[in-house]
Protein backbone atom coordinates (compact mmCIF):
# COMPACT_ATOMS: atom_id res chain seq x y z
CA UNK A 1 0.00 0.00 0.00
CA UNK A 2 1.37 3.13 -0.96
CA UNK A 3 0.70 5.54 2.30
CA UNK A 4 2.43 8.93 1.72
CA UNK A 5 5.03 10.64 4.41
CA UNK A 6 4.76 13.73 2.45
CA UNK A 7 1.85 15.45 0.87
CA UNK A 8 1.97 18.57 -1.03
CA UNK A 9 -0.70 21.09 -2.43
CA UNK A 10 -0.50 23.77 -4.80
CA UNK A 11 -3.54 25.91 -3.14
CA UNK A 12 -5.15 27.11 -6.54
CA UNK A 13 -8.56 28.41 -6.86
CA UNK A 14 -8.70 30.47 -4.12
CA UNK A 15 -9.74 33.53 -6.02
CA UNK A 16 -12.08 31.36 -8.32
CA UNK A 17 -13.56 30.40 -5.51
CA UNK A 18 -15.09 34.16 -4.54
CA UNK A 19 -15.58 35.19 -7.76
CA UNK A 20 -17.87 32.02 -8.00
CA UNK A 21 -20.10 33.22 -4.73
CA UNK A 22 -19.81 36.86 -5.98
CA UNK A 23 -17.19 37.45 -2.89
CA UNK A 24 -14.65 40.09 -2.05
CA UNK A 25 -11.31 39.11 -3.57
CA UNK A 26 -9.61 37.70 -0.53
CA UNK A 27 -12.83 35.95 0.87
CA UNK A 28 -11.18 32.49 -0.77
CA UNK A 29 -7.70 33.35 0.47
CA UNK A 30 -9.43 33.70 4.00
CA UNK A 31 -11.18 30.90 3.65
CA UNK A 32 -8.48 28.74 2.91
CA UNK A 33 -6.11 29.94 5.71
CA UNK A 34 -9.13 30.14 8.34
CA UNK A 35 -10.73 26.48 7.70
CA UNK A 36 -9.28 24.95 4.53
CA UNK A 37 -5.56 24.26 6.01
CA UNK A 38 -6.46 23.85 9.37
CA UNK A 39 -8.79 21.07 8.68
CA UNK A 40 -6.06 18.86 6.10
CA UNK A 41 -3.55 19.32 8.92
CA UNK A 42 -5.98 18.27 11.92
CA UNK A 43 -6.86 15.29 9.24
CA UNK A 44 -3.46 14.63 8.43
CA UNK A 45 -2.24 14.40 12.18
CA UNK A 46 -4.93 11.84 12.74
CA UNK A 47 -3.50 9.76 9.79
CA UNK A 48 0.23 10.03 11.09
CA UNK A 49 1.26 11.68 7.88
CA UNK A 50 4.46 12.95 8.96
CA UNK A 51 5.28 15.44 6.50
CA UNK A 52 2.20 18.59 4.62
CA UNK A 53 3.28 21.01 2.34
CA UNK A 54 1.33 24.14 1.34
CA UNK A 55 2.70 26.68 -1.39
CA UNK A 56 0.98 29.86 -0.13
CA UNK A 57 3.10 32.36 -2.44
CA UNK A 58 4.97 31.79 -5.67
CA UNK A 59 7.70 34.57 -6.82
CA UNK A 60 5.57 35.34 -9.72
CA UNK A 61 2.84 36.18 -7.67
CA UNK A 62 4.47 39.70 -7.09
CA UNK A 63 3.17 40.45 -10.73
CA UNK A 64 -0.08 40.90 -9.43
CA UNK A 65 0.62 44.23 -8.12
CA UNK A 66 1.61 46.28 -5.57
CA UNK A 67 -2.14 46.18 -3.94
CA UNK A 68 -3.02 43.45 -4.37
CA UNK A 69 0.52 42.08 -2.79
CA UNK A 70 -0.07 44.20 0.09
CA UNK A 71 -3.62 42.86 1.07
CA UNK A 72 -1.96 39.68 0.53
CA UNK A 73 0.34 40.43 3.42
CA UNK A 74 -2.08 41.48 5.57
CA UNK A 75 -3.65 38.42 5.72
CA UNK A 76 -0.94 36.54 5.74
CA UNK A 77 0.43 38.68 8.86
CA UNK A 78 -3.08 37.22 10.53
CA UNK A 79 -2.31 33.95 9.31
CA UNK A 80 0.92 33.15 10.84
CA UNK A 81 0.41 35.00 13.75
CA UNK A 82 -2.86 33.61 14.91
CA UNK A 83 -3.53 30.57 12.86
CA UNK A 84 0.09 28.97 13.01
CA UNK A 85 0.30 29.46 16.56
CA UNK A 86 -3.16 27.59 17.12
CA UNK A 87 -1.23 24.63 15.18
CA UNK A 88 1.78 24.76 16.93
CA UNK A 89 0.28 24.82 20.31
CA UNK A 90 -1.06 21.44 19.06
CA UNK A 91 2.00 20.03 18.50
CA UNK A 92 3.11 21.01 14.83
CA UNK A 93 6.01 21.51 13.52
CA UNK A 94 6.26 24.47 10.88
CA UNK A 95 9.43 25.02 8.27
CA UNK A 96 9.25 27.39 5.82
CA UNK A 97 10.85 27.40 1.90
CA UNK A 98 10.97 30.06 -0.25
CA UNK A 99 13.40 33.34 -0.64
CA UNK A 100 12.41 35.32 2.29
CA UNK A 101 14.43 38.05 2.25
CA UNK A 102 12.07 39.82 -0.17
CA UNK A 103 9.23 39.68 2.27
CA UNK A 104 8.70 42.36 4.84
CA UNK A 105 10.41 42.97 7.71
CA UNK A 106 7.31 42.04 9.95
CA UNK A 107 6.30 38.75 8.22
CA UNK A 108 10.39 37.62 8.43
CA UNK A 109 10.08 38.38 11.78
CA UNK A 110 6.88 36.01 12.77
CA UNK A 111 8.21 33.25 10.23
CA UNK A 112 11.44 32.87 12.15
CA UNK A 113 9.75 33.17 15.43
CA UNK A 114 7.22 30.40 14.21
CA UNK A 115 10.03 28.32 13.24
CA UNK A 116 12.01 28.42 16.27
CA UNK A 117 9.23 27.97 18.59
CA UNK A 118 7.50 24.88 16.71
CA UNK A 119 11.37 23.22 16.38
CA UNK A 120 10.66 20.47 19.11
CA UNK A 121 6.90 19.87 18.04
CA UNK A 122 6.79 15.82 16.19
CA UNK A 123 3.21 15.58 15.14
CA UNK A 124 3.72 16.66 12.11
CA UNK A 125 5.84 19.15 9.74
CA UNK A 126 3.30 21.91 8.21
CA UNK A 127 5.81 23.76 5.43
CA UNK A 128 5.47 26.32 3.87
CA UNK A 129 5.97 27.79 0.62
CA UNK A 130 6.28 31.62 0.33
CA UNK A 131 7.93 33.59 -2.49
CA UNK A 132 8.91 30.06 -3.28
CA UNK A 133 9.54 29.33 -7.08
CA UNK A 134 11.21 25.78 -7.97
CA UNK A 135 13.87 27.50 -10.32
CA UNK A 136 14.80 30.05 -8.07
CA UNK A 137 14.93 27.47 -5.59
CA UNK A 138 17.39 25.86 -7.62
CA UNK A 139 19.59 28.98 -8.36
CA UNK A 140 20.00 29.97 -4.56
CA UNK A 141 21.24 26.05 -3.78
CA UNK A 142 23.91 26.52 -6.52
CA UNK A 143 24.79 29.70 -4.88
CA UNK A 144 24.89 28.38 -1.68
CA UNK A 145 27.15 25.51 -3.19
CA UNK A 146 29.33 27.72 -4.98
CA UNK A 147 29.69 30.31 -1.92
CA UNK A 148 30.69 27.01 0.11
CA UNK A 149 32.45 24.98 -2.07
CA UNK A 150 33.68 26.73 -5.10
CA UNK A 151 37.53 26.72 -4.60
CA UNK A 152 37.20 23.09 -3.74
CA UNK A 153 34.62 21.83 -6.43
CA UNK A 154 36.71 18.94 -8.95
CA UNK A 155 37.66 20.45 -12.39
CA UNK A 156 36.44 17.48 -13.59
CA UNK A 157 33.22 17.46 -12.10
CA UNK A 158 30.51 20.87 -12.09
CA UNK A 159 28.26 19.07 -9.43
CA UNK A 160 28.42 17.28 -6.24
CA UNK A 161 26.21 14.14 -6.17
CA UNK A 162 22.38 14.15 -5.91
CA UNK A 163 22.02 13.96 -2.29
CA UNK A 164 25.00 16.28 -1.55
CA UNK A 165 23.15 18.84 -3.62
CA UNK A 166 19.92 18.73 -1.92
CA UNK A 167 21.88 19.56 0.98
CA UNK A 168 21.04 22.99 -0.02
CA UNK A 169 17.71 23.25 -1.28
CA UNK A 170 15.04 24.67 1.07
CA UNK A 171 13.79 21.36 1.90
CA UNK A 172 16.53 19.96 3.11
CA UNK A 173 15.88 17.12 5.86
CA UNK A 174 12.41 16.78 4.50
CA UNK A 175 11.61 13.82 2.49
CA UNK A 176 10.51 14.19 -1.43
CA UNK A 177 6.70 14.50 -1.64
CA UNK A 178 5.41 10.97 -2.59
CA UNK A 179 1.91 13.07 -3.70
CA UNK A 180 1.46 16.31 -5.35
CA UNK A 181 -2.16 17.61 -5.03
CA UNK A 182 -2.97 20.41 -7.07
CA UNK A 183 -6.30 21.87 -7.04
CA UNK A 184 -8.09 24.35 -9.05
CA UNK A 185 -10.40 23.13 -11.77
CA UNK A 186 -7.41 21.32 -12.68
CA UNK A 187 -4.63 22.95 -14.07
CA UNK A 188 -2.44 20.11 -15.44
CA UNK A 189 1.30 22.02 -14.45
CA UNK A 190 3.59 22.68 -12.07
CA UNK A 191 3.79 26.16 -11.80
CA UNK A 192 7.29 25.38 -11.22
CA UNK A 193 7.05 24.16 -7.57
CA UNK A 194 9.28 21.54 -6.48
CA UNK A 195 10.70 21.09 -9.00
CA UNK A 196 13.92 19.33 -8.08
CA UNK A 197 12.36 17.32 -5.24
CA UNK A 198 8.82 15.45 -7.75
CA UNK A 199 11.14 13.79 -9.55
CA UNK A 200 9.01 10.76 -8.88
CA UNK A 201 6.00 12.03 -7.37
CA UNK A 202 3.05 11.15 -8.07
CA UNK A 203 0.57 14.19 -9.54
CA UNK A 204 -3.06 14.55 -8.50
CA UNK A 205 -4.65 17.28 -10.14
CA UNK A 206 -8.27 17.92 -9.29
CA UNK A 207 -10.98 20.34 -10.24
CA UNK A 208 -12.12 21.24 -6.52
CA UNK A 209 -11.02 24.71 -5.52
CA UNK A 210 -8.93 24.81 -2.72
CA UNK A 211 -11.21 26.46 -0.11
CA UNK A 212 -13.48 23.47 -1.31
CA UNK A 213 -10.85 20.55 -0.39
CA UNK A 214 -12.05 19.15 2.71
CA UNK A 215 -10.33 16.46 4.72
CA UNK A 216 -12.93 13.74 2.48
CA UNK A 217 -11.27 15.05 -0.64
CA UNK A 218 -7.87 14.33 0.94
CA UNK A 219 -8.81 11.02 1.66
CA UNK A 220 -10.36 10.27 -1.81
CA UNK A 221 -6.63 11.58 -2.97
CA UNK A 222 -4.79 9.08 -0.83
CA UNK A 223 -6.88 6.25 -2.20
CA UNK A 224 -5.78 7.39 -5.71
CA UNK A 225 -2.33 7.25 -4.78
CA UNK A 226 -2.54 3.76 -3.24
CA UNK A 227 -3.63 2.23 -6.19
CA UNK A 228 -0.67 3.65 -8.49
CA UNK A 229 2.28 1.26 -8.98
CA UNK A 230 5.13 2.95 -7.87
CA UNK A 231 8.72 1.37 -9.13
CA UNK A 232 10.93 4.62 -8.80
CA UNK A 233 12.53 4.20 -12.26
CA UNK A 234 13.16 0.07 -11.23
Not at 92 to 119: A, D, F, H, M, R
Not at 199 to 213: G, W
Amino acid sequence: MNFPQHIAFICDGNRRWALKKGLPEFAGHKQAVEVTIDQLVDHSIKLHIPYLSFWVLSTENWLRGKDWINRYFKLMHYFFKTKLKKLIAKGVKVKIIGNLTQLPKNIQKILKELEKKSQNNKKITVIIAINYGGRDEIVRAINKLLAKKGPALDKGRAFTLEKEFANYLDTTGIPDPDLLIRTGEANVRLSGFMLWQIAYTELYFTNTLFPDFTPQKLDEAIAWLQHQKRNFGK
